[in-house]
T-cell receptor, first 112, second 109 residues
């Protein structure tokens, strides 16, 4: 069984730039969720994708967007990066209707 | 609005001592409650969920709906229990976890 993998591991971007983070879901999982974890905080739900469509969104602005592909992998895109976007971004996959989520190792984004 | 509160950011105990990590939640309904754990340099992983009522690595957690709490307990802490613990809530429908801020548990020899 293949676990959730994320790329890249680390990333440094300049304020105002755009970034794309990638996630491969665990084998057999069709639902992907993205979380933002600021330093010293718990993960915060950004959005979820199921069958290539957004299926729920947290309190994040529209410059945070995503995609899910037919193989259930997913991308998180952030436009017009701000310094406060610096965080660990976690991807989690789950089977449809199941709350149990399996997390990737995360992508550490630093905006300078 | 749903919210999870973990009042202790840091908790330190000695090996063999009992440990309790507190978690309180607010939600108008019947959510699912979870404990996730993150060991050093490892990914976040599920420790246990309230509906399974099981003991994992000696840890148990009881959902108290009256007090809206889901405290994590272990009677005899081990050094390998040192980790960051997150309590999380999920609504009855769907999968959208709300996490607490976490408690860093240190078990001293």
């Amino acid at each position: 069984e293949t676990g959730v993998t994320q790329s890249p591991t680390h990333l440094i971007k300049t304020r105002g730039q755009q970034v794309t983070l990638r996630c491969s879901s665990q084998s057999g999982h069709n639902t992907v969720s993205w979380y933002q974890q600021a330093l010293g905080q718990g993960p915060q739900f950004i959005f979820q994708y199921y069958r290539e469509e957004e299926n729920g969104r947290g309190n994040f602005p529209p410059r945070f967007s995503g995609l899910q592909f037919p193989n259930y992998s997913s991308e998180l895109n952030v436009n017009a990066l701000e310094l406060d976007d610096s965080a660990l971004y976690l991807c989690a996959s789950s089977a449809r209707g199941r709350a149990e989520a399996f997390f990737g190792q995360g992508t550490r984004l630093t905006v300078v | 609005a749903q919210r999870v509160t973990q009042p202790e950011k840091l908790l330190s105990v000695f090996k063999g001592a009992p440990v309790e990590l507190k978690c309180n939640y607010s939600y108008s309904g019947s959510p699912e409650l979870f404990w996730y754990v993150q060991y050093s340099r490892q990914r976040l992983q599920l420790l246990l969920r309230h509906i399974s009522r099981e003991s994992i690595k000696g840890f148990t957690a009881d959902l108290n709906k009256g007090e809206t709490s889901f405290h994590l307990k272990k009677p005899f802490a081990q050094e390998e229990d040192s980790a960051m613990y997150y309590c999380a809530l999920n609504p009855p429908v769907g999968s959208r976890l709300t996490f607490g801020e976490g408690t860093q548990l240190t078990v001293n020899p």
